[in-house]
């Protein structure tokens, strides 16, 4: 995957477990929320990754 299209997906994670936390502690599933909050994690992780594509190339 090259730089836009791994922010892409990070921002989509970073949606979607935001969401899911969200709904997680209005409905006090605690499980839910720890996804929510691994799934930002993921999509933090995929826009750093893209960060140092941009910087260094797509070729990493």
Request: proline share 0%; hydrophobic share 40%; charged share 30%.
């Amino acid at each position: 995957m090259g730089e836009f299209t791994d922010k892409v997906a990070a921002a989509g994670n970073k949606v979607a477990g935001n969401v899911k936390e969200a709904i997680g502690k209005a409905t006090d599933n605690e499980k839910l929320v720890a996804e929510g909050e691994a799934q930002q994690v993921k999509g933090t992780a995929q826009n750093v990754k893209g960060s140092v594509k941009g910087a260094l190339g797509d070729d990493i």
